[in-house]
């Protein structure tokens, strides 16, 4: 059967308190509460299409604004990913997405490089979906990034904000869940023998 690709983690701050169980091969499984309905319903959207189980619990300083819960969502969620995938061996490393919703484009790739980075080119037209502000995909990305150690590119393009965002964690997932898929071969997917 193999390794199990699964993590729990935990984190609290002053201003977030957040659970994350993580399982990289599961069905596309979701249990999702973040106090920010568009943002459960991205989350959502993103295990199903990443086929992963995901159980998410957040609670933050929502009465501030979204920020602080989805900036450390993100980081969670980051690191849940570099646990589960321990030395990343066995992966295919690389996947990207192209993927069309209704008026909105998104394009998506990422490098499980060991090295967090991510570009973000979108430009939105409101600052709000429900509420969820449309700066906070930029950082959310940012944020999964850095701690998951992933290098991604992302450009969104389209006219409904809505769909803009949804288009690319749709993409976000289903690279993920290509970069992530297990190709025995490859042993360390790199010529420097570690990510």
Do not use: C
């Amino acid at each position: 059967m193999g390794i199990m690709r699964t993590a729990t983690v935990h984190r609290q701050t002053k201003e977030t308190d957040i659970t994350i169980e993580l399982n990289i091969d599961g069905k596309g499984n979701a249990t999702v509460d973040t106090g920010i309905g568009f943002f459960d319903h991205m989350l959502n959207s993103f295990a199903k299409h990443g086929l992963m189980d995901l159980t998410l619990k957040a609670r933050g300083d929502l009465s501030v604004d979204d920020h602080h819960t989805v900036e450390d969502v993100g980081i969670s969620l980051g690191e849940a990913y570099r646990m589960a995938l321990k030395d990343k061996s066995g992966i295919e490393r690389f996947g990207h997405a192209l993927v069309p919703m209704d008026d909105a484009f998104a394009v998506v790739a990422v490098d499980i490089s060991g090295r967090g980075y991510s570009v973000v080119k979108a430009e939105f037209r409101g600052t709000k979906v429900g509420g969820y502000s449309t700066a906070m995909t930029k950082h959310f990305v940012d944020s999964f990034a850095r701690a998951a150690g992933i290098t991604i590119r992302v450009e969104i393009d389209g006219e409904d904000d809505h769909h803009m965002v949804e288009a690319m964690f749709k993409a976000l997932a289903l690279s993920m869940w290509m970069a992530t898929a297990k190709n025995e071969k490859r042993g360390i997917p790199s010529t420097k023998g570690m990510l």
